[in-house]
C-alpha cells in the first residue's frame, strides 16, 4: 500500500451527472466507471456483485463505486435511485471519458483514461455500503444536488457543486484515519507569503503562521525552508525590506511611518537591518530617489 496521505492532494469535486433513477427491472453486465458513483436506493434493492463479493443493497442504503473495480448490478424488481456521478480530482485531458465502459474480452484497463483509485493513499478505506452517522442529511443534500443539477442553469449548477463538495467532505471524514495527525495534512505553504504581505506592519510571529497551518513550530519551519529556501522570520524579513524600498521609491513618507507600515519596532531598528541587507541606510534610497 502506498504510504501517500489523501490529506496532500488536491481535492475538487465535480459532477457529472446527477439523476433519479426508476427501473421495471435493472441488470448491468459487468463494467467499470472511469469517475465516483454515489447510489441511493429510494425504493426497491438490488445485488451488487464486486472483487468477488457479493451485496444485497436494500432501500435506504447508499453505495459508493470507484474508479477501475469491476462491478455487476441485478435487481429483478422495480427500483428507484439516487444517483450521483462525480469526479473528486482536477481532470486535466481536454476530453473526459465515457463514464462506464463495458467489460469484455477486448478490455483493456491501462487503456481507459479514468480518476484514481483511493485504495492508492494509506489513510483512508470507503467501503462499497456506507455507514454515515448524518444519513439524514447525507440524504437530503444528495436530493438537492440532483435538483439543482437538472435545472441546467450556472447558479443553479453551482449549488449542486456545493452539495457534491459537502457531501465528499462527509464521507472522507468519516472514512479517513489519523486525520489529525500534522503528518497527514497538505505541507503546501503556498498561502503563506500572501498571508504574510497583508500583515507586514503586525508583529506576525513563527508560532502564530505554524498555528495557522495546524502544525507544531518546528514543522512548520522545517516545511517552510524547504519550499522557500529560507526560514520563515528571515523570508519575512525580506518582504518586509522589499515592501520598504518601494515606500522610499515612490513616496514621502517619513521613515518612521515606512518603518512602522512595515512592521519594525523602531527606525533604528529598520535602518539596522535595512542595511545590512542592501549595504546602505534607508535615507541613502530616498536621496538618489
Known sequence: MSAESIFNQKLQPYIRYADLLHFQQWITPPRIITDYMLLY???????LRVEGEQYEVKQGQFIFVQPGIV?????????????????????????RPEMIVPVDQGYNPDAVAMQPNLKAYADIAIPYVLKLPR????????????????????LDFLQAQVHAAEMVLEILKEYTTDITTEHNRSTSLNWVPAYMQYRLAEPLTVEEMAHKALMSRS????????????APHQYLLKLRLDYATELLRSTALPLQ?????????????????????????????????
Not at 436506493?41 to 445485488?47: A, Y
Not at 514543522?219 to 529560507?230: K, N, V
Request: aromatic content about 14%; overall charge positive; proline content about 3%.
Open 41 to 47: 436506493v429510494q425504493n426497491g434493492s438490488f445485488r
Open 257 to 289: 511611518d515606512i518603518a512602522d507600515s512595515c512592521g519594525f519596532s523602531s527606525v533604528h531598528h529598520f535602518s539596522k537591518m535595512y542595511k545590512l541587507r542592501f549595504g546602505c541606510p534607508p535615507s541613502q534610497i530616498r536621496r538618489k530617489s
Open 135 to 154: 444519513h439524514e442529511w447525507m440524504l437530503e443534500s444528495l436530493q438537492q444536488a440532483i435538483a439543482h443539477w437538472n435545472r441546467k442553469n450556472a
Open 219 to 230: 514543522y512548520f519551519s522545517m516545511h517552510f525552508r524547504a519550499q522557500f529556501g529560507m
Open 71 to 95: 462491478h455487476q448490478m441485478e435487481s429483478q424488481s422495480q427500483l428507484t435511485l439516487l444517483s450521483l456521478h462525480l469526479e473528486l480530482f482536477p481532470y486535466l485531458a481536454e476530453n
